[in-house]
């Protein structure tokens, strides 16, 4: 085990997409998904998301739900912040109940590391509208604001957790695609005619960090996903986070220095990968889906036996702003997802080992 008690292993994240709409069914078959993985493999089992649930168990609306002081709504548009709470809420909240007392009976007597998905306090403010308004976004104060919520609401969701499950070893993975936008200034405003102003690197800072902060505070690890936006890294590693998360493209070595600099840091690297290409004959590529991680490793020049620092993971996607849940997959074809991003762990486990 390293010092914070992860295994010094590659692992690999379950799908956080789950068809259908009942928590326990959908935890259990992860859990045990989970405890079939290989000894050289941490199976990180993340919450799932049941979206086909409707509004309140999309992402945007998880989050937005757990705002202390915040109420939110659905508005013509997507969510946004309201005058006080109502049936929108109420419903969002009611999911998140229901979650966490199938958690309580799925987890019972179980131990090993679950992650916890959240929007990042950027993207979620790019996503949620202001009660009359454009994106909170454009307000700084309202930014402000949102960040201390949402630093205060993940260290009780967080701690809600635990109680549940005291044998969990919990990571936040906070869900920050849109940050390259904000740190570029090219979100669009209500009109659509106009981009909101550019936020400097300093105050992504500013509000991320006592995000972080707070989480470590609640006993949970930190992963902040930045989508493809490499631009979005430095903040996440100045911020404290255990881990960055990106979405693998092509070869940049620009790129890839970032990830290297991180990664000499200590910093995980959560590679968010698409799905592997699959033969009628071989069945998936599962090195092919490796290599992706590991060959450009080598090429940046990072030593081999830090793989063991990386975490495989379906590519991340963008935040949603309005709550149309994603396409429906079968439950054999995400678990399936599942065991070959394990495979392609075990191979990079390899490489690590030497």
Same mark, same amino acid.
């Given at each position: 085990?390293?010092?914070?008690?992860?295994?010094?292993?590659?692992?690999?994240?379950?799908?956080?997409?789950?068809?259908?709409?009942?928590?326990?069914?959908?935890?259990?078959?992860?859990?045990?998904?989970?405890?079939?993985?290989?000894?050289?493999?941490?199976?990180?089992?993340?919450? %799932?998301?049941?979206?086909?649930?409707?509004? #309140?168990?999309?992402?945007?609306? &998880?989050?937005?739900?757990?705002?202390?002081?915040?109420?939110?709504?659905?508005?013509?548009?997507?969510?946004?912040?309201?005058?006080?709470?109502?049936?929108?809420?109420?419903?969002?909240?009611?999911?998140?109940?229901?979650?966490?007392?199938?958690?309580?009976?799925?987890?019972?007597?179980?131990?090993?590391?679950?992650?916890?998905? *959240?929007?990042?306090?950027?993207?979620?403010?790019?996503?949620?509208?202001?009660?009359?308004?454009?994106?909170?976004?454009?307000?700084?104060?309202?930014?402000?604001?949102?960040?201390?919520?949402? $630093?205060?609401?993940?260290?009780?969701?967080?701690?809600?957790?635990?109680?549940?499950?005291? #044998?969990?070893?919990?990571?936040?993975?906070? *869900?920050?695609?849109?940050?390259?936008?904000?740190?570029?200034?090219?979100?669009?405003?209500?009109?659509?005619?106009?981009?909101?102003?550019?936020?400097?690197?300093?105050?992504?800072?500013?509000?991320?960090?006592?995000?972080?902060?707070?989480?470590?505070?609640?006993?949970?690890?930190?992963?902040?996903?930045?989508?493809?936006?490499?631009?979005?890294?430095?903040?996440?590693?100045?911020?404290? $986070?255990?881990?960055?998360?990106?979405?693998?493209? %092509?070869?940049?070595?620009?790129?890839?220095?970032?990830?290297?600099?991180?990664?000499?840091?200590?910093?995980?690297?959560?590679?968010?990968?698409?799905?592997?290409?699959?033969?009628?004959? *071989?069945?998936?590529?599962?090195?092919?889906?490796?290599?992706?991680?590991?060959?450009?490793?080598?090429?940046?020049?990072?030593?081999?036996?830090?793989?063991?620092?990386?975490?495989?993971?379906?590519?991340?996607?963008?935040?949603?702003?309005?709550?149309?849940?994603?396409?429906? &997959?079968?439950?054999?074809?995400?678990?399936?997802?599942?065991?070959?991003?394990?495979?392609?762990?075990?191979?990079?486990?390899?490489? $690590?080992?030497?």
């Amino acid at each position: 085990m390293t010092p914070d008690g992860v295994p010094p292993y590659p692992g690999a994240a379950a799908p956080l997409a789950w068809p259908g709409t009942e928590p326990l069914e959908a935890l259990l078959t992860l859990l045990g998904d989970a405890d079939d993985a290989p000894a050289e493999v941490r199976s990180l089992v993340t919450f %799932p998301a049941l979206e086909h649930r409707g509004p #309140g168990a999309d992402r945007v609306g &998880r989050t937005a739900a757990l705002l202390e002081g915040l109420p939110v709504e659905l508005g013509p548009h997507g969510w946004r912040l309201a005058d006080r709470p109502g049936v929108d809420l109420e419903r969002a909240l009611a999911f998140g109940r229901e979650d966490l007392d199938a958690l309580s009976i799925a987890a019972s007597g179980w131990s090993g590391e679950l992650v916890l998905e *959240a929007v990042g306090p950027w993207s979620l403010a790019a996503s949620l509208w202001l009660a009359r308004g454009d994106r909170a976004l454009g307000d700084p104060g309202a930014v402000t604001e949102l960040g201390a919520s949402l $630093a205060e609401s993940l260290a009780r969701h967080v701690a809600d957790v635990r109680r549940q499950a005291p #044998g969990a070893r919990v990571t936040v993975l906070l *869900a920050e695609p849109l940050v390259g936008q904000v740190i570029a200034g090219v979100v669009p405003s209500f009109s659509g005619h106009e981009r909101l102003r550019a936020v400097p690197r300093p105050r992504v800072l500013e509000v991320l960090e006592p995000v972080v902060s707070a989480v470590h505070g609640a006993g949970a690890r930190v992963v902040v996903h930045v989508g493809t936006a490499h631009g979005g890294v430095a903040p996440v590693v100045l911020a404290g $986070a255990d881990g960055v998360g990106l979405d693998v493209g %092509p070869w940049d070595e620009r790129r890839w220095e970032t990830v290297a600099h991180a990664v000499e840091r200590g910093v995980e690297l959560w590679q968010g990968l698409g799905p592997a290409r699959v033969s009628s004959c *071989a069945g998936p590529d599962v090195r092919g889906l490796a290599e992706l991680v590991a060959e450009p490793w080598r090429r940046i020049g990072l030593p081999a036996a830090d793989l063991a620092r990386v975490v495989l993971h379906e590519s991340l996607g963008t935040v949603r702003v309005d709550p149309v849940p994603p396409p429906r &997959r079968s439950v054999e074809d995400v678990r399936a997802s599942g065991r070959t991003l394990r495979r392609a762990a075990l191979l990079l486990a390899e490489r $690590a080992a030497g």
